[in-house]
């Protein structure tokens, strides 16, 4: 009789049926806060367009598909953007002929909404279907960051890569944490509302499939295995691949995320497993926190050693999180050239002593058939590699703290701001405040435009804020060079030491649009949220804070005269910007579509600048 594996005790699968987050008041306040985000942000991309009612009230009306209409308050801000109040949204139900009148009642369902106003919104039946899936999802990770919520006092307490865990994704993008492709107890392991640590497993891949690139102090694998591995851990690898009849030195070593090495390595990588030119070793000791990127982990149990990061083929935040094998391999060689121009810059290097968080080493593995293809979609070509980055504790003066500048948007149960408990522990005024917040971003990234034509994409997540021993914000750190730093399109002088391998890779944008970079990611993914916040919580005007930032723009301008031809080559207060999209994407230009390379932000219109001389913003 062949022998069966003994069937799993019921017991085993509690925790995966336990989902306390799933409840009617947690689910409601969650559904309540992602209607208003999606009717304020199809609202200032133009996929709807609701109707004031009458010329001095806050008070507007969105007619659905079936004769039924939706009644919200909403402010209007800056870039033509829209806050809706979360609990002020009503339905006004279809009338039926010969029936009573029944009223507006209370609309919290976003759900509803797309099926609703699906025609309304120009969604496809296809994109729909795929669309109410990611949003549920996201939902489902909203209601279980709700259910384990710190108050903001707590969580200045936190360190960088804890606080990760607590943040409620992209401001602008409604679907922000849909991760198409992880299950349900994949999401409790993996995702960073989990805050679950994890010990990554490694592999060995033969170097018949295998390049490793590394900067300087990291340019052959044995010095990044030295620092990254205890010498036990490394002999227990070698000792897998001679067991095997393997030998070590034709072998490079890298992590792994788990779930990618099951959905997507074994199946797709399986002849290469086969022949031994991919051998499974084990995981190392260290534990590794999972951050807001989701495929990005920071080393917590040994904090001097690199942050890793894996590719993660799951569809999120309109991309699959994949690594691209050209990109990660050049990943090295631009961040030596970054650093190296601040390295010469004594402006960047000592006035703003701004923190470039290097992709240091590298290793990829193509594939043999997708890699080769240029009609495939993209992500069969992003399946294995890894990148280390250089890790932020050390980089960090005592008394120094740092968080993303996302965190600096979040909210708490009781509605408090971390801004203001951060400001209330500065001991500055909210306006004082915020004029150090600005000086610590903006003079770095200012001097990398116009000085060297190159920009980073400042958004949320890759622009850190190092705060002092007061929390008052002192100066910059920022990551994520090889897939956000585009450089000027139009040749620079700049640009001519520039290595070929790095002007391969690196993507180019005509002056005009470069500018859009600090725009989109900065001032409108960012600042157009904080800025109503910050009226909200502070008792800053709108139009103070966006003086605040147009002065401290004008103050770089006067500190580097012999620069005035790039100050208008790099135009930032041009009286209007192009309108970016990222909920258009998805919803009308690409929907859930496969494509050979990755979408792009789509472009509908323009918008004021509210930097602009004529804006009626204060100097």
């Not at 290097?349 to 043999?368: K, M, N, Q, W, Y």
Request: glycine letters at 6%; a negative charge; one cysteine or more.
């Amino acid at each position: 009789m062949p022998k069966y594996p003994e069937s799993r005790d019921p017991a085993d699968f509690a925790d995966l049926l336990r989902t306390p987050e799933l409840n009617r008041e947690i689910w409601d306040r969650a559904a309540a806060r992602m209607l208003a985000k999606m009717l304020g942000q199809f609202a200032y991309e133009e996929v709807i367009e609701p109707v004031r009612q009458d010329d001095a009230s806050d008070t507007f009306t969105l007619a659905l598909d079936d004769g039924g209409s939706l009644v919200f308050r909403a402010r209007r801000g800056v870039y033509g953007s829209w806050h809706v109040v979360p609990d002020s949204v009503l339905e006004t139900p279809v009338s039926t002929p010969g029936a009573p009148d029944e009223g507006a009642v209370p609309f919290r369902d976003p759900l509803r909404f797309l099926v609703r106003a699906r025609h309304l919104l120009g969604i496809d039946g296809a994109t729909l279907g795929h669309l109410i899936r990611e949003i549920t999802t996201t939902l489902g990770a909203d209601a279980r960051l709700d259910h384990t919520a710190l108050t903001a006092a707590e969580l200045a307490d936190l360190d960088y890569a804890e606080l990760e865990g607590h943040q409620t994704g992209h401001p602008w993008l409604v679907a922000n944490k849909g991760r198409l492709g992880l299950s349900a107890a994949d999401a409790t392991r993996y995702t960073p509302e989990a805050r679950t640590p994890l010990a990554l497993p490694w592999i060995a891949v033969s170097t018949t499939i295998a390049a490793y690139r590394g900067a300087a102090g990291l340019t052959g694998p044995e010095q990044l295995y030295a620092h990254e591995l205890d010498p036990s851990v490394r002999a227990s690898f070698d000792a897998v691949l001679r067991a095997r009849g393997l030998d070590p030195d034709g072998y490079l070593l890298l992590p792994v995320h788990p779930w990618q090495w099951d959905e997507w390595i074994v199946p797709l990588f399986a002849p290469a497993i086969a022949a031994g030119e991919i051998v499974p070793l084990h995981a190392d000791p260290d534990l590794r926190l999972p951050q807001q990127s989701i495929r990005t982990f920071s080393n917590v149990a040994r904090p001097d050693r690199h942050s890793v990061k894996l590719p993660l083929s799951i569809l999120n935040t309109l991309v699959w999180r994949g690594l691209p094998t050209e990109r990660t391999l050049a990943a090295p060689a631009v961040t030596t050239w970054v650093h190296g121009l601040r390295d010469q810059d004594a402006f960047l290097r000592d006035t703003c002593g701004v923190i470039l968080l290097g992709e240091v080493a590298s290793v990829t593995v193509e594939h043999p058939l997708y890699d080769h293809l240029p009609e495939a979609p993209y992500q069969f070509k992003e399946i294995l590699g890894a990148i280390w980055r250089e890790p932020l504790g050390p980089r960090l003066a005592p008394g120094e703290r740092a968080r993303t500048l996302a965190s600096l948007l979040h909210t708490d149960p009781s509605g408090r701001a971390f801004t203001a408990e951060l400001v209330d522990r500065s001991g500055l005024t909210p306006t004082a405040w915020l004029a150090r917040l600005f000086a610590a971003l903006l003079p770095p990234l200012l001097h990398f435009l116009y000085r060297y034509g190159t920009v980073f994409s400042p958004h949320g997540e890759n622009a850190i804020v190092v705060f002092d021993e007061r929390d008052v914000p002192a100066r910059l750190a920022i990551k994520d060079f090889v897939d956000d730093v585009n450089i000027s399109a139009r040749p620079l002088p700049e640009h001519e030491p520039m290595p070929e391998d790095v002007r391969r890779v690196l993507l180019t944008e005509e002056p005009g649009f470069l500018t859009q970079f600090i725009h989109s990611g900065l001032f409108i993914g960012v600042f157009r949220f904080l800025s109503a916040l910050c009226e909200e919580q502070l008792g800053v005007p709108e139009g103070d804070f966006w003086s605040l930032v147009r002065a401290e723009i004008l103050r770089h301008h006067a500190r580097f005269p012999e620069l005035k031809d790039r100050f208008e080559l790099f135009d930032l207060l041009t009286p209007e910007i192009e309108r970016l999209c990222l909920n258009r994407n998805r919803l009308h230009v690409d929907g859930y579509r496969d494509r050979s390379e990755r979408p792009h932000a789509a472009v509908h219109g323009t918008v004021p600048n509210p930097l602009h001389p004529a804006a009626g913003v204060r100097e």
